[in-house]
C-alpha cells in the first residue's frame, strides 16, 4: 500500500533546467538520503538527478523520493518496490539494488540507464527555479486540501496539509534561509494539527489556511517580481509541476482504477497551480506567439479532464499514456517557444 505520507519530486526539474536555461551544474556522487549535501555551497543546490546518455534524467536511488522511485516500481511492476528501495539505503553503486537483494539482475538490467548516484548542482536561474518549483508544489498541496475541506473531508485534506510541511519545507529550507524568508513550517504545523483534530472549528481552519498559503506566497516573493512574470523563467517552472503530476497520477492508477487516492489528488492539485501560473504570463505567451498560446490553452484543458473532481473516480478518465501524452505536448511546446523567443 503507498503511504499516505509521501515525499514529492519535481520529476523533470532538472532535465527542464537545463533544456531551458543552460545553467552550469556539476555532478557530484553522493551516499546520503539528502537533496542538499552538507558540503554544497549556499550559492549551489543538489537535485535528485544526473543524466543518463540519451539526455533523460536518472534518478538518484539515494536522495530521490518516493513519487520518484515510484517510475522504477511502474517500469518493473513491481508493488511497493519504492519503499524498499528507500529502506535500503545508502547505496554505493547502482548494482547494489541487486546485492542488497532489493530487485534481482534480470530486472535491474531493465532498469541500469534509468538509475544513478550522482548529483547535479544547480546555480543561478536553475536554482530559482528549482526553488520556485518546490514551493509550487506547496501551493499544489493546498489548493487541494481547501477543496477536500470545503467538501467536509478533513481526513483526506489532512496527508495534503501534511507533505508541505513534513517534506517539503525541508527540501527547500536552506533556499529560505538564504533569501532571508521569514521561517513559515509553524504556521503549517498549526494548520495540518486543526485539521488532524478534525477541523471542528471551520472558522479558525480558513483563517489558517489562509495564513499558510499567505507564507508560500510570501516565499515566493522573495524571487524579484521581473522574473516570477517572466515567461522564460515560468515555462520552466509549469512544466517541472506537470511533470511530477504526472507520475503523481501513474501512481495512482493500477488494474486500470484509481487505487491510490493521494496521488490522484496529489496530481490534481499541481495541475491546478501550473495553470494558474500560465494565466500569469498568458498575455506574454500570446502577444509573442498566438499559436503557442492557443496550443498550451487548448492542450491544458483537454488534460485537466483526467481530474473531473477532486474525490477521484474509480476509473480513469484518462489513461496514463494519454497524460502523458499531452504533458509532453504542453512541453514542447513551451520549448518550442522558448527557443524563438
Known amino acids: ?7 514529492l519530486s519535481i520529476a523533470t526539474a532538472t532535465a527542464t533546467l537545463l533544456a531551458f536555461t543552460g545553467c552550469s551544474q556539476t555532478p557530484t556522487a553522493s551516499n546520503t538520503a539528502t537533496s542538499s549535501p552538507a558540503a554544497t555551497s549556499s550559492a549551489t543546490e ?9 539526455g533523460k534524467p536518472q534518478i538518484n536511488i539515494n536522495s530521490a523520493i518516493l513519487s520518484e522511485l515510484d517510475k522504477l516500481e511502474a517500469k518493473l511492476g ?30 535491474f538490467d531493465q532498469i541500469k540507464d534509468m538509475v544513478t548516484i550522482e548529483d547535479i548542482v544547480l546555480t543561478g536561474v536553475a536554482k530559482d527555479i528549482d526553488y520556485m518549483t518546490k514551493l509550487g508544489l506547496m501551493k499544489g498541496h493546498l489548493l487541494v486540501a481547501k477543496e477536500l475541506l470545503e467538501q467536509g473531508k478533513p481526513d483526506q485534506a489532512e496527508p495534503h496539509i501534511g507533505h508541505p510541511v513534513e517534506e517539503i519545507y525541508a527540501d527547500v529550507e536552506d533556499q529560505l534561509n538564504e533569501r532571508k524568508v521569514p521561517e513559515f513550517k509553524n504556521t503549517l504545523i498549526k494548520l495540518q494539527d486543526l485539521v488532524k483534530a478534525g477541523a471542528k472549528d471551520t472558522n479558525k481552519v480558513n483563517a489558517e489556511f ?4 499567505q507564507a508560500v506566497d510570501g516565499a515566493i516573493a522573495a524571487l524579484p517580481a521581473q522574473q516570477r512574470q517572466d515567461s522564460k523563467f515560468v515555462l520552466p517552472v ?15 492508477i493500477a488494474n486500470g482504477k484509481i ?5 490522484y489528488q496529489d496530481s490534481r492539485g499541481f495541475i491546478a497551480y501550473a495553470e494558474t501560473l500560465y494565466q500569469d504570463i498568458k498575455e506574454q505567451v500570446a502577444k509573442d506567439s498566438p499559436k503557442t498560446d492557443k496550443a498550451i490553452i487548448a492542450t491544458m484543458g483537454e488534460l485537466k479532464k ?13 489513461t496514463t499514456d494519454e497524460v502523458t501524452q499531452l504533458i509532453k505536448t504542453i512541453e514542447k511546446d513551451s520549448q518550442d517557444f522558448l527557443k524563438q523567443s
Open 1 to 7: 500500500m503507498i503511504p499516505a505520507f509521501r515525499h
Open 306 to 318: 483526467a481530474w473531473p473532481t477532486v474525490i477521484a473516480p474509480s476509473t480513469p478518465v484518462k
Open 46 to 54: 543538489a537535485s535528485s538527478h544526473s543524466m543518463n546518455h540519451s
Open 210 to 213: 489562509q495564513t499558510s498559503m
Open 259 to 263: 487505487a491510490a487516492v493521494i496521488e
Open 238 to 252: 509549469i512544466n517541472g509541476l506537470l511533470d511530477t503530476a504526472n507520475s503523481e497520477y501513474g501512481a495512482s
Open 78 to 107: 513491481i508493488p511497493a518496490l519504492s519503499n524498499k528501495i528507500q529502506a535500503s539505503r545508502p547505496y554505493g553503486s547502482t548494482e547494489e539494488l541487486v546485492s542488497k537483494k532489493v530487485i534481482n539482475q534480470e530486472q
